[in-house]
């Protein structure tokens, strides 16, 4: 029986056309972020399985893992994410390294889900984190960046809005404010992170339960909290939480941003994200779309997991933007680019002409240009038809009386025009549209 060509589940192949895209999502997120003083690093994909026991969430390291015992007996798991990794590697050499610490990645993550929009069980991951910044102006700087990436992208601001959280205030609502113990606490962030997975009366009733009897008879806990989960601006919410120094700083944060032009940035009290490392200020991009409402990115300042490993603790603050959720959202709103081919220009060679090009084609490829050659034994017609079909715009036709290297004869396969050109003039021709590689 033959081999079946479909690839493993949730992954992808990348063809060369699929493979350009990627690329210039991964450029776009490389020139923006390095813009702003990060630095590239990378790991293997294989991490001990101890580093997201700790802070992973838990869906993650339960039932999304992809994990084995090695042949040494050791328990390993392909990454699902960065942040455990980066985090011990700043850890490693916690004294040695200058603070601020500006690194970026783009890893490849692996999670067991349920394939579908949006969700794969490989996807690339661009990953931003700054160490060293405890004050606000580390979030601001992240969130700026983020948003840095989208205009990169060409996307407008009424395209998206960010949703802003601080895990600190989530907690002083639910423990202070509302009195809940830890417990029903932990149930009831975890609850909010799933409330859009489900019709809202469930999730009232859900939250209902989850709360001790006594405080919902006599405090009205749960439609307290409700009212809470619906505001839309810090300023609704009631004034004991508005005046705690890190609900100021959540507001400091917004109105930073607006004052940088940023006015898509609100406030979200339902926000969570469901790592349990973050400690403080939480973000996560979202589609307005109707077609593809949902979030594309986000991130969020974890102060404590440096410190996990036993160092002095490192405050941090970053993201983590998925390749393919950013292509479901440039699709969504057209703003994918065309990608033009890599390679500038196919000779085609008339007759048994293999070694005479040569010297013309290592001139070519002297200067810049990417240059095939179709040395089959296939007729003229048939060379420039497949030129056509693979979609490099220009052909050089190389034969006996056709060109030497002051008279090239070349074809522009988009009309069809054929022409002889000076050595210079084909140079500057077939490569006049690949200063980015970008043809829209
Ligand atoms: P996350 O929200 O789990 O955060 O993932 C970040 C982004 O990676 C998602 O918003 C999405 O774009 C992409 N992503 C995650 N899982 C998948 C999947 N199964 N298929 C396709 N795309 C996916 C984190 O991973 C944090 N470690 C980010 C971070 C970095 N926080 C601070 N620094």
Request: aromatic share 8%; proline share 3%.
């Given at each position: 029986?033959?081999?079946?060509?479909?690839?493993?589940?949730?992954?992808?192949?990348?063809?060369?056309?699929?493979?350009?895209?990627?690329?210039?999502?991964?450029?776009?997120?490389?020139?923006?972020v390095?813009?702003f003083g990060y630095e590239p690093y990378d790991a293997?994909?294989?991490e001990?399985?101890?580093i997201y026991?700790a802070k992973t969430s838990?869906?993650i390291?339960?039932?999304?893992?992809?994990?084995?015992?090695?042949?040494?007996?050791?328990?390993?798991?392909?990454r699902p994410e960065m942040t455990p990794t980066v985090s011990r590697m700043v850890a490693q050499r916690r004294q040695e390294l200058a603070y601020p610490l500006r690194w970026y990645s783009i890893p490849?993550c692996?999670?067991?889900?349920?394939?579908?929009?949006?969700?794969?069980?490989?996807?690339?991951q661009l990953n931003v984190d700054v160490f060293g910044i405890q004050n606000v102006t580390a979030d601001i700087e992240i969130i700026t960046v983020a948003?840095?990436?989208?205009?990169?992208?060409?996307?407008?601001?009424?395209?998206?809005?960010?949703?802003v959280n601080s895990r600190q205030?989530?907690a002083?609502?639910?423990?202070?404010?509302?009195?809940?113990?830890?417990?029903?606490?932990?149930?009831?962030?975890?609850?909010?992170?799933?409330?859009?997975?489900?019709?809202?009366?469930?999730?009232?009733?859900?939250?209902?339960?989850?709360?001790?009897?006594?405080?919902?008879?006599?405090?009205?806990?749960?439609?307290?909290?409700?009212?809470?989960?619906?505001?839309?601006?810090?300023?609704?919410?009631?004034?004991?939480?508005?005046?705690?120094?890190f609900?100021?700083e959540l507001?400091?944060l917004?109105?930073?941003?607006?004052?940088?032009?940023?006015?898509?940035?609100?406030?979200?009290?339902?926000l969570m994200r469901g790592f349990m490392y973050y400690t403080d200020v939480v973000f996560e991009?979202?589609?307005?779309?109707?077609?593809?409402?949902?979030?594309?990115f986000g991130g969020g300042r974890y102060d404590g997991l440096v410190g996990q490993f036993g160092v002095e603790p490192v405050p941090t603050v970053g993201f983590g933007m998925?390749?393919?959720?950013?292509?479901?959202?440039?699709?969504?709103?057209?703003?994918?680019?065309?990608?033009?081919?890599?390679?500038?220009?196919?000779?085609?060679?008339?007759?048994?002409?293999?070694?005479?090009?040569?010297?013309?084609?290592?001139?070519?490829?002297?200067?810049?240009?990417?240059?095939?050659?179709?040395?089959?034994?296939?007729?003229?017609?048939?060379?420039?038809?497949?030129?056509?079909?693979?979609?490099?715009?220009?052909?050089?036709?190389?034969?006996?009386?056709?060109?030497?290297?002051?008279?090239?004869?070349?074809?522009?396969?988009?009309?069809?025009?054929?022409?002889?050109?000076?050595?210079?003039?084909?140079?500057?021709?077939?490569?006049?549209?690949?200063?980015?590689?970008?043809?829209?």
């Open positions: 029986m033959a081999l079946d060509t479909t690839p493993y589940k949730g992954v992808r192949d990348f063809y060369p056309q699929d493979y350009k895209l990627r690329q210039y999502i991964f450029d776009t997120w490389r020139n923006t390095e813009k293997s994909v294989i001990g399985i101890d026991l838990e869906e390291v339960s039932e999304q893992t992809y994990s084995f015992t090695d042949r040494g007996g050791r328990q390993v798991v392909l490849n692996w999670r067991y889900e349920r394939p579908q929009k949006g969700r794969l069980r490989e996807h690339w948003n840095e990436i989208m205009k990169a992208f060409k996307a407008t601001q009424d395209m998206y809005t960010i949703r205030v989530v002083y609502i639910l423990s202070d404010y509302l009195g809940l113990e830890a417990a029903e606490a932990t149930t009831i962030i975890r609850l909010i992170d799933r409330m859009n997975k489900m019709e809202y009366g469930e999730f009232a009733g859900l939250i209902s339960a989850a709360i001790s009897p006594s405080l919902r008879e006599e405090k009205a806990t749960d439609e307290k909290l409700l009212t809470i989960l619906k505001a839309r601006t810090i300023k609704e919410l009631p004034q004991e939480v508005q005046e705690q120094p609900t100021k507001q400091d917004l109105e930073s941003l607006k004052s940088q032009g940023i006015q898509n940035a609100v406030f979200d009290p339902t991009v979202f589609d307005t779309s109707t077609e593809n409402n949902r979030a594309l998925g390749d393919v959720t950013i292509k479901d959202f440039l699709e969504t709103h057209k703003l994918l680019p065309k990608v033009a081919h890599t390679v500038h220009a196919t000779m085609v060679l008339v007759g048994d002409m293999y070694q005479k090009a040569q010297p013309l084609l290592a001139k070519l490829r002297q200067e810049g240009a990417h240059i095939s050659v179709d040395s089959t034994d296939r007729k003229l017609d048939k060379k420039l038809k497949s030129v056509a079909k693979s979609g490099v715009r220009y052909a050089i036709i190389f034969g006996e009386g056709e060109s030497n290297e002051s008279n090239i004869t070349i074809k522009d396969l988009s009309n069809g025009k054929q022409e002889q050109h000076s050595f210079e003039r084909v140079v500057t021709t077939i490569m006049a549209n690949s200063k980015n590689n970008l043809l829209d």
